[in-house]
Nanobody, 122 residues
Framework: QVQLVESGGGLVQAGGSLRLSCAASGRTFSSYAMGWFRQAPGKEREFVAAISWSGGRISYADSVKGRFTISRDNAKNTVYLQMNSLKPEDTAVYYC???????????????WGQGTQVTVSS
């Protein structure tokens, strides 16, 4: 199993950018698909983006396509979420997820980090 720690959240104005990081422990990180989910107050947790172990397969939620970019550095055991053109509706706690299977990460997440708060002011 892999342990996940997110960082990089904060307060940003609409139109701004943030980069989230998720550091994973364990020597099998490179064999895991990774993903990002988010949960806004009063709403269910929703899928944001996922990336396969090799980086060759990537998927995004329609709401973030063209604005967010997921990437990974297997040498650093880290996955990133670059968020540009942020909107107030992007405000949420963002969670990192990991699972050996890309489809599982995309649909249900798998192992979770503790989350990092992103707040976008209008």
């Amino acid at each position: 199993q892999v342990q996940l720690v997110e960082s990089g959240g904060g307060l940003v104005q609409a139109g701004g950018s943030l980069r989230l990081s998720c550091a994973a422990s364990g020597r099998t990180f490179s064999s895991y698909a990774m993903g990002w989910f988010r949960q806004a107050p009063g709403k269910e947790r929703e899928f944001v983006a996922a990336i396969s172990w090799s980086g060759g397969r990537i998927s995004y939620a329609d709401s973030v396509k063209g604005r967010f970019t997921i990437s990974r550095d297997n040498a650093k055991n880290t996955v990133y979420l670059q968020m540009n053109s942020l909107k107030p509706e992007d405000t949420a706690v963002y969670y990192c997820a990991a699972d050996p299977t890309f489809w599982v990460v995309k649909t249900t997440g798998g192992s979770w980090g503790q989350g990092t708060q992103v707040t976008v002011s209008s």
